[in-house]
């Protein structure tokens, strides 16, 4: 199925350093999600994205939904090891209901 | 329980056997989906069902997969004649959505590891 191009595909960073992951799309979208999925268990939300150009922050999180409607960026500020675990952006196709998955991004914190 | 449940955990199949997969949503939710989750992959839409409505089959692979969910409860993937490249995480979430809209906040299971040797 489609898939949206996410990077990177791993990152391995030091406790307290910042983090950015972004995503790409062909084609326009309606909405962006970004969820964190940790070993063994389903996705969970972290933030929702409606409006293009919409900065929305959760905590130590940040994200944003493209001008041109086709990317978003998730940045995580001042990382701790409870971030570890692979994070997914996923978007809304106009004309569609569906959601679209990235490929995820595996963050590995060390102290 | 409190969240959304799916069982087993983990299955191991001979290829060519049939495999049944449960999902146990939130109380209340109307809306439930099916994905599957290959091994470093995103998430891959299967099937929706959203209330008494006909379910969106569009994400089904093939016609040995098929799901089944009575009213706004449980539901069950099946697929039958496993292949080797059915092995995947299959993850089912429910969300309160009285409409069709998958952005509304999925809740996901921890999914059924499936196997196929």
């Known amino acids: 199925g489609q898939q949206l191009n996410q990077s990177p595909q791993s990152m391995f960073i030091q406790e307290g350093e910042d983090v950015s992951m972004n995503c790409t799309s062909s084609s326009i979208f309606n909405t962006w999600l970004w969820y964190k999925q940790d070993p063994g268990e389903g996705p969970v939300l972290l933030i929702a994205?409606?409006?293009?150009?919409e900065l929305t922050s959760n905590g130590r999180l940040t994200a944003q939904f493209g001008i041109t409607r086709k990317d978003s960026f998730l940045n995580i500020s001042a990382s701790i090891p409870s971030d570890v675990g692979i994070y997914f952006c996923a978007g809304q196709p106009v004309n569609t209901d569906k959601l679209i998955f990235g490929t995820g991004t595996r963050l590995q914190v060390f102290p | 329980g409190a969240g959304v449940s799916q069982s087993p955990s983990n299955k191991v199949t001979e290829k060519g056997k049939d495999v049944e997969l449960r999902c146990d949503p939130i109380?209340?939710?109307?809306?439930l989906y099916w994905y599957r989750q290959r091994l470093g992959q995103g998430l891959e839409f299967l099937i929706y069902?959203?209330?008494?409505?006909?379910?969106?089959k569009s994400g089904l692979p093939s016609d040995r997969f098929s799901a089944e969910r009575t009213g706004e409860s449980v539901s069950t993937l099946t697929i039958q004649r496993t292949q080797q490249e059915d092995s995947a995480v299959y993850l089912c979430a429910s969300s309160s959505t009285g409409g069709w809209h998958h952005t509304d906040t999925q809740y996901f299971g921890p999914g059924t590891r499936l196997t196929v040797l």
């Open positions: 069902f959203q209330g008494n409505s006909a379910p969106d």
């Open positions: 994205l409606y409006k293009a150009g």
């Open positions: 109380s209340g939710h109307t809306a």
